[in-house]
């Protein structure tokens, strides 16, 4: 009896410390207009869809690959059309991109500037009216190996954990 709460205990804690990764999602987690002195955060107007991934894709790597994330910003000048009249000013936005990619690892600067502006200025066509322009994309930012640990494995673990401790 022992030996089979402890084993369910060690599994609970194993699918607890698994790290799973939403390969292929991109958020945007910064985005702000600023023109004649005022900044307008934009975040809340885009859909939750651009602003949080779905967990349920989660799931983890394969072939000795880790979850990265890369996170870029960019700055650009940004031209929209307000009732009829034009308004010019500054863009400024930043990303998370989730990805299953070997250690040590780096996206080229021209690819991760070239899909993050694609990218931005594809979210920004669909859903406002804002043209930009003199785009700098910075990809310098050293990525990050992610530890996430799905909710559902440390939701196992906690009641495995907590069972033993009433049988017990």
């Known amino acids: 009896m022992y030996k089979l709460a402890l084993m369910c205990a060690v599994v609970g ?3 607890a410390a698994a ?3 939403i390969d292929g999602c991109h958020i945007i987690t ?3 207009f600023s023109a004649h002195g005022i900044t ?3 975040l809340p107007d885009l859909a939750l869809s651009y602003r949080k991934c779905d967990e349920r894709n989660a799931a983890p790597c394969k072939d000795g690959k880790v979850c990265m994330v890369f996170k870029p910003t960019l700055t650009a000048d ?10 010019t000013g500054r863009m400024e936005a930043a990303k998370e991109a989730y990805m299953c990619r070997p250690v040590p690892d780096k996206l080229d600067d021209e690819w991760c500037g070239n899909v993050f ?5 594809s979210t920004l066509a669909k859903h406002s009216e804002f043209t930009l322009s003199n785009v700098h994309v910075n990809c310098s930012e050293e990525p990050k ?3 996430g640990a799905h909710p559902l494995g ?4 906690a009641f495995l954990l907590a069972i033993l401790h009433l049988l017990f």
């Open 19 to 21: 790290s799973e990764c």
């Open 78 to 87: 940004a031209t929209v059309d307000v009732k009829g009249i034009t308004v």
């Open 117 to 121: 502006e694609c990218g931005l200025k």
């Open 145 to 147: 190996v992610f530890n």
């Open 13 to 15: 804690l194993a699918v």
């Open 40 to 42: 307008r955060n934009m």
């Open 30 to 32: 910064k985005l702000n």
């Open 154 to 157: 440390i939701f196992y673990g």
